[in-house]
Structures are given as structure tokens and as C-alpha cells.
């Protein structure tokens, strides 16, 4: 799949070239040689500032390990992922991982998310019986990740605030609403291929969820935007130090060597880093071609034109780029929004429609490839077409619930 997918991207780049070209621009062909050249350099710079951030983090999640931190937090989400993932046995280490993970997706934190999921499908492979193709255990486990509940989108208020919005935080609760209801989604799709039945616990789950949300709704409410964007923002940035000087000094209590725990734990992830760079260069220069060759503009005109012949409103088609780009890269797809913010303005429809599918959708392709890279599965069985629709599934909920939210004219 991978490999084909792959194929096509070159392919599409290639054919959008050529429409390019006959349109007269003829330096189009130029411009692609270009951009492989540039994304090249780009993987260069993801790939070492990804083996910086993913030393760090690692070499915390080491100490955090020592510490006790990740037993306690797997304990807690354990009863949950046990039952999604019934090949992982109690106390395993994987547990551990995958719960840093998700809470470090449920506080926005996308830098942190990676390095433990990393160490998570690690972790899982070591219960896969086969070394090339994927588990269920990890089929879930990306569809988790890939769909996570963010409660801060802090980075997303960030940019409105930066760009002159008046209220950088009213999509705030759309993200909220659209992120739960494309968790739900995964989770569902997921169960039902993997045969996976619901009990009590599953549905507790669910219900403190939805609970949450309906609180994060009552404070929404409560308060101004502006004085809930300064909260989201402070509370944010001062979690992230809470509890990197919480780990540490819960080791030091403890009488562990942290300096050396986390020494040991950044050698690894910055061997983590360096195996995952051949794919980096892979898919970005596909990437790059696809967009250089202009057929992304191609397929917009023509998505534009069709969904108006069928009468539907074509207002958020500014907001498409951004929305397709996503699953592919998450800094390509924050170059889009910032760009359609720019050109339509920050609290216009399509601009608030793009910042609710950044904040509630993830990085789907890069995610399922940069993870299944750091294990060396060339086997996906159907990771990447799950997660690729459920990933359209999102958008398109996030849509939806743009238009429910936001006048469209």
C-alpha cells in the first residue's frame, strides 16, 4: 500500500506538471527538480530537529520510568487499553508508553506525543509474533493516536491571536466537539473490524468523555474568549514545565540517578531519529512534486466546480488545501491554514473552518509511516486506509460542525 500510494504521488505531481506546462508555464518542470532538492534539505532540518526533540523526551520518559510516573499513569488508562487491546498483557511496558502518549496529545503537546509513540510501537512489537507485518494491538493504537482528544489547542489559539482575531479562542469548543466525535468514529471502526465488544469499563470510558466535554462547554460558557484563551494558554505552557520538574524531582526523591536515566534514554531516541530519516526523505519528496506541479490546485478547481454543479455550499473550499494537506504533513498543512488566513482573514469561515480541522485532525500518513518505519513493518494490512478515512471522516465533521457553529456568509 505504502509503496503504491507512494507511486501515485510522483505520478500526480508529474501529470499536474504537464497540465502546468501546456497552460504555459513552462518553467514548472524546473521548479519540481527544485523542490526535490529543497525537501531533501527539509528532511535534513525534520530529521535533526526531531532527534533533539526526541532525545529530550526520551531521556525524560526514562527518568519518568524510574520515577514510577509511567506505572501510575498506565495504571489509570490500563483497565481502558487492556480491553481495546487484548493481545497486551498487564504491567506490560507498552502500556506505560501509550498512555504518555496519549496524554501528551491530550494536552496538545504534538513534540512530546511522538517520541513515546514511538517507544510505544517499539514496545508492541515486541509482542508482534511476525516482523514485517502489523499487529492489531498496533493497528489500534495508531487509530488512537491519530484521532486523540486534544483538550488545549493552544497552538491553534496562537495563531489566530497572532493574525488579529478578535476571539482567538471561539473554536475552541468546535475543535473539542470534532476531535471527540473523530475519536468515537476510529474507535467504533476499529472495534468492529477487530472484533472488539464493549463492556462496562469501554463505556465508562466514554461516558467520562463525554462528560468532560459537557464541563469544557460550561466553562466555555462561563467565561470570556479572551479571558479563556489566556487560560488555555497559561495553563498549557505551565503544564508542560509542571511536569517536566515533577518527573525530575519525583526521581531525585527517589533517590534514582536522573542525570544518567536521562542520558541513557536521549542516546536512544536519538537513534530512534536516525532510523526514521530515509523515510522522512522518502514521502517528502513526493510531497514536494505533488505540490510543485501544481496538481493540488488542479483538483481544487475541479472539486469546486463539481460540488457546486451538486448545489452544495462552496464556502469552505479555501480551507480545502489545508484539510487534504493534513494527513500528509502537519507543518505543510499550518503553512495552508496560515496562508488561507492571510488571504481570507482570520475570522472568515473558511479560516475558522481550517483552524477547526487543524486542531481536530492528525498527521494520519506521516504518522502510520514515520511509526511503522521506527519498527521496520513494511506490512500495514489496512492501518493507512483506516486511518486515512477515518481521518476524512474528521474533516469532514469538523466541517460540519464549522457550519453549525459559524455563518457562512
Known amino acids: 500500500m505504502l509503496s503504491r500510494l507512494w507511486l501515485s504521488l510522483f505520478v500526480l505531481g508529474l501529470l499536474g506538471g504537464c497540465v502546468t506546462a501546456w497552460q504555459g508555464q513552462t518553467q514548472v518542470f524546473a521548479a519540481m527538480v ?210 517536566i520538574v515533577g518527573i525530575l524531582l519525583t526521581g531525585f526523591w527517589r533517590h534514582t540517578d536522573i542525570y544518567t536515566d536521562f542520558i541513557q534514554g536521549a542516546a536512544e531516541g536519538a537513534q530512534v531519529a536516525l532510523s526514521i530519516f530515509p523515510y522522512l526523505v522518502a514521502m517528502l519528496s513526493a510531497l514536494a512534486v505533488l505540490r510543485a506541479g501544481g496538481m493540488m490546485d488542479v483538483l481544487l478547481h475541479f472539486f469546486e466546480r463539481g460540488w457546486s454543479v451538486l448545489g452544495g455550499d462552496t464556502a469552505f473550499i479555501p480551507a480545502l488545501p489545508s484539510m487534504l494537506m493534513k494527513p500528509f504533513s502537519g507543518s505543510a498543512a499550518r503553512g495552508m491554514l496560515l496562508d488561507v488566513i492571510h488571504h481570507e482573514g482570520v475570522d472568515s469561515f473558511s479560516a475558522r473552518v481550517a483552524a477547526v480541522v487543524q486542531g481536530s485532525t492528525e498527521t494520519t500518513f506521516y504518522v502510520v509511516t514515520v511509526y511503522l518505519g521506527s519498527v521496520s513493518l513494511r506490512d500495514e494490512r489496512y492501518a493507512l486506509t483506516l486511518g486515512l478515512l477515518t481521518e476524512l471522516m474528521g474533516a469532514g465533521v469538523a466541517v460540519l460542525v464549522g457550519y453549525a457553529f459559524f455563518p457562512s456568509s
Not at 481502558?80 to 487484548?86: A, D, E, F, I, T
Not at 463525554?210 to 464541563?215: C, E, R, S, V
Request: contains cysteine.
Open 34 to 243: 527544485q523542490a526535490l532538492t529543497v525537501s531533501a534539505e527539509t528532511s535534513v532540518h525534520i530529521g535533526l530537529t526531531l532527534a533533539g526533540v526526541m532525545a529530550f523526551w526520551l531521556g525524560l520518559f526514562k527518568v519518568a520510568e524510574s520515577a514510577g510516573w509511567v506505572d501510575g499513569l498506565a495504571r489509570c488508562l490500563s483497565p481502558v487499553l487492556r480491553r481495546l487491546m487484548p493481545d497486551v498483557p498487564a504491567g506490560h511496558p507498552a502500556l506505560g508508553a501509550m498512555s504518555m502518549n496519549l496524554a501528551a496529545n491530550l494536552l496538545g503537546l504534538d513534540n512530546a506525543a511522538t517520541p513515546f509513540g514511538l517507544r510505544a510501537m517499539r514496545e508492541l512489537q515486541s509482542l508482534n509474533a511476525s516482523e514485517d507485518q502489523v499487529s492489531n494491538a498496533q493497528i489500534m493504537f495508531l487509530m488512537l493516536n491519530c484521532n486523540a482528544l486534544c483538550l488545549l489547542p493552544v497552538s491553534i489559539f496562537a495563531y489566530r491571536a497572532q493574525a488579529g482575531s478578535l476571539d482567538p479562542a471561539l473554536v475552541f469548543l468546535p475543535i473539542l466537539i470534532s476531535s471527540l466525535m473523530a475519536l468515537l468514529l476510529a474507535l467504533s471502526l476499529t472495534m468492529l473490524i477487530q472484533r472488539i465488544r464493549p463492556d462496562r469499563v469501554l463505556v465508562a470510558g466514554v461516558m467520562l468523555l463525554l462528560l468532560i466535554l459537557i464541563g469544557l462547554g460550561v466553562l466555555h460558557h462561563e467565561l470570556t474568549v479572551a479571558t479563556l484563551s489566556r487560560l488555555s494558554s497559561v495553563v498549557g505552557n505551565a503544564l508542560v514545565l509542571v511536569v
